[in-house]
Nanobody
Framework: QVQLVESGGGLVQAGGSLRVSCAVSGLTFSSYAMAWFRRTPWKDREFVAAISRSAGITDYADSVKGRFTISRDNAKNTVVLQMNSLKPEDTAVYYC???????????????WGQGTQVTVSS
């Protein structure tokens, strides 16, 4: 059974930092690209960041470029999103997802976690 379990969300003031993690089991982690998406009441499954299977290639949404960093540890089957300089508009439920190839298209991701809430206060 494939499981993606996010953790590390919470409440932070604008300008602060948060680190969300995703622990993956039930699949060959190194064979999957990983990504983070987020959902708000007005936008469903917005792409945030993606990382290739070997971690050699990363991609970011323009809205988070320079503030967020995605990384992965293939030995620990985890993917992490480090979020700095957070803004109130970053408030969302953050999901990790797994796909065969790295892409910003949420429809290409087969496996999803349950999400973790990130709230940024102004």
């Amino acid at each position: 059974q494939v499981q993606l379990v996010e953790s590390g969300g919470g409440l932070v003031q604008a300008g602060g930092s948060l680190r969300v993690s995703c622990a993956v089991s039930g699949l060959t982690f190194s064979s999957y690209a990983m990504a983070w998406f987020r959902r708000t009441p007005w936008k469903d499954r917005e792409f945030v960041a993606a990382i290739s299977r070997s971690a050699g290639i990363t991609d970011y949404a323009d809205s988070v470029k320079g503030r967020f960093t995605i990384s992965r540890d293939n030995a620990k089957n985890t993917v992490v999103l480090q979020m700095n300089s957070l803004k109130p508009e970053d408030t969302a439920v953050y999901y990790c997802a797994a796909a065969i190839t790295s892409t910003s298209d949420y429809a290409r991701y087969r496996y999803w976690g349950q999400g973790t809430q990130v709230t940024v206060s102004s």
